[in-house]
């Protein structure tokens, strides 16, 4: 049997919560493979990589039909949720906080965040939401609204900030800053970047921290240049590659330059241990501000595309 551990959890500003075992988590859309690795982590305790502390417990389906990337997945993932890992399939939102002490908003489709997250906020549950924020920077903004007016904690981030190429390069005295990866374009996105070039962006942010003023994009049907000026007058540049390319970064400290490893590892794990003890205390470990600034970093490149002309942040 598994021993009993007695926690508090408490969420500034409006609840604590006593909580026996593992918190509850519930899942909003079964559209992307996070949905069953996370479950994997949380919920198989003889696996390598088991995460204590929280198990999912239910799941509400979402999809976004005019999204082929969704429709596809959506069923499909709904079902092993279900059928290996005995997660309740649940038919709405409010349903599914209910039963959960705390939500992954895993939707791939960012159009939908807002509303899913008002739904999330409204039952003052403390929620996780994956990449992309959202689709537009109005709706992230608008995100950070709802849940500050309502005390409730969140967080948004990538798992690539937690990973080796990350960890091999931080510490002080960067003076400059080139990262890369993947950045495939999603037609109903109105941040192209956001769908996935958010992953290199997000080792950026990671590795210089916030304090960006201006940028300034290149763009080719093969990738994307996206140039930071922050405000000491460092630049960090994102190399985003279409449709696919390896991750990878080079730090600059005064003349010297260091690469990360060729064969740096990411996964899933140091995310979801991140996301686990966020559930547990209400401190998120990625500033909502610095998520925000991002996607200012994003909306500015969007507005610098057609021309390729400096554009200042919002």
């Not at 198990?55 to 290996?84: C, H, I, N, T």
């Not at 990360?260 to 990625?286: C, M, N, W």
Request: glycine fraction near 8%.
């Amino acid at each position: 049997m598994r021993q009993l551990i007695l926690l508090v959890l408490c969420l500034p500003g409006f609840l604590c919560l006593s909580l026996a075992a593992d918190l509850k988590v519930g899942i909003v859309g079964t559209d992307t493979s996070h949905v069953t690795a996370f479950t994997k982590l949380l919920n198989d305790a003889s696996a390598p990589g088991y995460i204590p502390g929280a198990r999912v417990v239910a799941a509400y389906k979402g999809g976004s039909p005019d999204l082929q990337s969704s429709a596809s997945r959506v069923e499909g993932f709904a079902k092993e949720l279900q059928e290996k890992w005995q997660v309740e399939i649940v038919p709405d939102i409010p349903t599914l906080c209910s039963k959960a002490d705390a939500v992954l908003l895993e939707s791939v489709d960012g159009r939908v965040h807002l509303e899913q997250a008002r739904q999330i906020i409204a039952a003052r549950k403390p929620l996780f939401i994956d990449k992309p924020l959202a689709s537009t920077l109005q709706d992230a903004r608008e995100i950070a609204r709802l849940a500050r007016e309502a005390g409730v904690p969140w967080f948004t981030s990538s798992s690539l900030r937690w990973s080796d190429i990350v960890t091999q390069l931080a510490g002080p005295g960067i003076t400059g800053l080139l990262v890369w990866g993947p950045g495939p374009l999603e037609e109903h996105h109105q941040l192209d970047l956001a769908w996935y070039a958010i992953h290199p962006i997000e080792m950026l942010y990671a590795l210089f921290g916030p304090g960006c003023q201006e940028v300034t994009r290149i763009y080719s049907e093969g990738a994307d240049i996206v140039v930071g000026r922050w405000k000491d007058g460092r630049l960090g540049v994102v190399r985003a590659i279409r449709p696919y390319g390896d991750y990878g970064a080079v730090v600059y400290r005064g003349e010297k330059s260091f690469r990360s490893s060729p064969d740096a590892k990411h996964d899933y794990r140091p995310l979801v241990v991140e996301i686990v003890k966020f559930f547990q205390t209400g401190k998120p470990p990625v500033p909502n501000e610095e998520s925000l600034e991002m996607f200012a970093f994003m909306d500015a490149a969007q507005r610098s595309k057609p021309d390729g002309k400096p554009v200042k942040l919002q």
